[in-house]
């Protein structure tokens, strides 16, 4: 079964540096998103991105978020300057429809600020 | 009011026994209503998914929407200790910015042999 696939699985950074966390989403879905979960709340909808560039983003997804789609497989998330609350468990998800159940989530790269 | 409420967990409960997994929404834009499931430090896996109001059901697990009253429900027949994971509700409209998943907070069920 087709899978997105995410790296790193767990992320160790100090305060202030960058980051970039990678996905690589199902080869024939249109439809991109970044969520994220702080231990113990909810998973928290980032961004989504359709036709090479930002569909829609939250309010968390401030200046220091950006994504890219460098390569027409990778889907990556750019954090430029980590603050202590930006650890989480971050989820690559990817559509072929852009709608309700057609989500695959992958397994998540876990991000620590140290 | 939140948008999407889950009932408090945890949940323990026998095997064999029935599970009644269930969520409260606010927002009237939502068509879409799903059910994951996670494991710890896992992404979430979809497990059914119900477009507007009605009943799914697929083997020991079903989906049913109440519209009118923005309650959806998730039961599990005859639970097997691997059902043991957290659930997860999720919300979604159609179009703009109601086309984003919404989560509930999950419940962690614990199945016990």
């Known amino acids: 079964e087709p899978e997105v696939t995410q790296t790193p699985s767990h992320q160790v950074t100090q305060m202030g540096q960058e980051v970039i966390l990678r996905c690589v989403p199902i080869?024939?879905?249109?439809?991109f998103y970044w969520y994220r979960q702080i231990l113990g709340q909810k998973v928290e909808f980032l961004v989504s991105?359709?036709?090479?560039?930002?569909?829609?983003k939250s309010e968390i997804f401030d200046d220091q978020f950006s994504v890219e789609r460098p390569d027409g497989s990778n889907f990556t998330l750019k954090i430029r300057s980590t603050k202590l609350e930006d650890s989480a468990m971050y989820f690559c998800?990817?559509?072929?429809?852009?709608?309700?159940?057609?989500?695959?989530f992958g397994s998540g790269t876990r991000l620590t600020v140290v | 009011q939140k948008e999407v409420e889950q009932d408090p967990g945890p949940l323990s409960v026998p095997e064999g026994a029935i599970v009644s997994l269930n969520c409260t929404y606010s927002?009237?834009?939502?068509?879409?209503f799903m059910w994951y499931r996670q494991y710890s430090r896992k992404g979430p896996e979809l497990l059914m998914y119900?477009?507007?109001?009605g009943n799914k059901e697929d083997g020991r697990f079903t989906a049913q929407v109440d519209k009118s009253s923005k309650y959806i429900s998730l039961f599990i027949r005859d639970s097997q200790p691997s059902d043991s994971a957290t659930y997860l509700c999720?919300?979604?409209?159609?179009?703009?910015?109601?086309?984003?998943?919404?989560f509930g907070k999950g419940i962690t069920l614990s199945v016990r042999p």
């Open positions: 999720a919300m979604s409209g159609i179009t703009g910015a109601n086309s984003k998943l919404t």
């Open positions: 998800a990817s559509s072929s429809t852009g709608q309700g159940g057609g989500y695959t």
């Open positions: 927002n009237s834009a939502f068509q879409y």
């Open positions: 080869s024939n879905h249109l439809y």
């Open positions: 119900t477009y507007s109001s």
């Open positions: 991105f359709y036709n090479n560039e930002i569909s829609e």
